[in-house]
């Protein structure tokens, strides 16, 4: 993994160990591996909602792009389902970051930004103690990487499941304020993925995504960032 709390030194691996069994993580895994997955995913949902509300209401936004996405590129109906569930849950590791972290209304320090940047891990053991299906752990805990290996983990190939995810959630976060910052337009949202496309985002799944959310009838940004010579909007940092 690599992830170093940087101001302090500390190693990951450390670091997790000690932060898992200060949470009591253990205690997840009393519960029944058996249970219903749909029921089972409920209910993190509902842990979730009371622990980061506007993170819970992101998650489930977040799913229904993934879903839209995943059948525009040909996903067969129990790739959708599996998809809808990692996206469900993919920031369900930030049950074990600090609200006061999550809700933050500034920057966060470097530190802070470390700690946040854990929940991949967290969600990825969670759902592993849990017995959710491996590629569902695994997309929960990719969907920070970037298509040119230059995400939290510096994967090169994270896997089309995280790279669907990556790409739903950078659209959501962008659309709808957040604690630290306002919504962005659509112009700029389109202009900041478009140009992403091919370097955080696998440009396979944008263009999905760009027909589902910006349909070419209806999208007249495509046409003015081509009479303009070009518009570079940056994706914000999307934790």
């Known amino acids: 993994m690599g992830l170093m709390i940087k ?57 229904r792009y993934a879903v839209e996405i995943g059948k525009t590129m040909g996903l067969d109906e129990k790739e959708v389902n599996e998809l809808f569930t990692a996206a469900l849950l993919h920031d369900i590791g930030k049950l074990f970051i600090p609200a006061k972290i999550l809700d933050k209304d500034e920057a966060l320090t470097k530190v802070e930004y470390q700690i946040v940047k854990c929940h991949i891990r967290f969600g990825y053991l969670l759902l592993k103690v849990l017995g959710y299906p491996g590629n569902i752990c695994k997309a929960v805990e990719d969907h920070h990487e970037r298509y040119d290996g230059k995400g939290y983990q510096k994967k090169k190939d994270a896997g089309l499941f995280a790279e669907i995810i990556s790409v739903a959630d950078a659209y959501d ?21 478009a140009t992403a496309s091919g370097k955080q985002f696998n440009p396979d799944v944008w263009a999905a995504m760009s027909s589902i959310v910006f349909p070419k009838k209806q999208n007249p940004y495509a046409a003015a960032i081509e009479t303009k010579g070009g518009v570079s909007v940056p994706v914000p940092a999307v934790i």
């Open 7 to 63: 101001n302090q030194g500390i190693n990951q691996k450390i670091f997790l160990k000690r932060f898992l069994h200060a949470l009591h993580i253990s205690t997840y895994g009393q519960e029944d591996k058996t249970m219903d997955k749909r029921k089972q995913t409920g209910k993190l949902l509902i842990r979730l909602q009371k622990h980061n509300g506007w993170g819970c209401s992101h998650s489930i936004r977040v799913s």
């Open 173 to 193: 976060a962008m659309k709808n304020s957040r604690p630290y910052r306002d919504k962005m337009e659509a112009f700029e949202i389109f202009c900041a993925m």
